[in-house]
């Protein structure tokens, strides 16, 4: 099993600062990681895939770099509605199992 | 656009079988190289991947939960789903139905499924 971490847990930001979130892989994964954005009360939404490639309709302050076992999501200037948990997962498709990271709550410092 | 809405009880009791049902709209389930995804989520918890069924009806199961899921498809009424056998209140969580494209690019609303007598 492929096993994600992120870290911080918490990330406390005011707004407008940059925000930078890790994830990591227990093995390599390639270029095979998405990230989410998970509000309160709403599905999950895709923001980031291929590890650096914006989903449709997601701002440009959002991206997203790494490959193999080390990713990175930058949040360049923070808006109010970016506070919210991220999730990192991995979709490497052998074995076929689909892991999320425990996740980064990013809130208002 | 695709939309996906889960459905099935809200309440289940311990050592009964969980179903829901995901109805997608806005395409065909056939379309494209899609798998359709359960996933779900404990309150205060992270997101765990439950399972994936091609609309040919091949599956992958979290190896944790293998032995207790069964996901099945009907693309006559562009629907699939979940069965979680002899549940306990670590079952409880939100569940939620999504498409998979590599990543899981459309998601469901989710659904609190709580298992309790």
């Known amino acids: 099993e492929i096993v994600m971490t992120q870290s911080p847990a918490t990330l406390s930001v005011s707004p407008g600062e940059r925000a930078t979130l890790s994830c990591r892989a227990s093995q390599s994964i390639s270029s095979n990681l998405a990230w989410y954005q998970h509000k309160p009360g709403q599905a999950p939404r895709l923001f980031i895939y291929?590890?650096?490639t914006r989903a449709t309709g997601i701002p440009a302050r959002f991206s997203g770099s790494g490959s193999g076992t080390e990713f990175t999501l930058t949040i360049s200037s923070l808006q109010s509605e970016d506070f919210a948990v991220y999730y990192c997962q991995q979709y490497n498709n052998w074995p076929p199992e689909f892991t999320f990271g425990p996740g980064t709550k990013v809130d208002i410092k | 656009q695709v939309q996906l809405q889960e459905s099935g009880p809200g309440l289940v009791k311990p050592s009964q079988t969980l179903s829901l049902t995901c109805t997608v709209s806005g395409d065909s389930i056939s379309s494209g190289d899609y798998s359709w995804s359960w996933i779900r989520q404990p309150a205060g918890k992270g997101l765990e991947w439950i399972g994936r069924?091609?609309?040919?009806?091949?599956?992958n199961y979290n190896p944790s939960l293998k032995s207790r899921v069964t996901m099945s498809v009907d693309t006559s009424k562009n629907q699939f789903s979940l069965k979680l056998s002899s549940v306990t209140a670590a079952d409880t969580a939100v569940y939620y139905c999504a498409r998979k494209n590599y990543y899981f690019d459309y998601w469901g609303q989710g659904t609190l499924v709580t298992v309790s007598s």
């Open positions: 291929g590890a650096s």
């Open positions: 069924i091609y609309t040919n009806g091949n599956t």
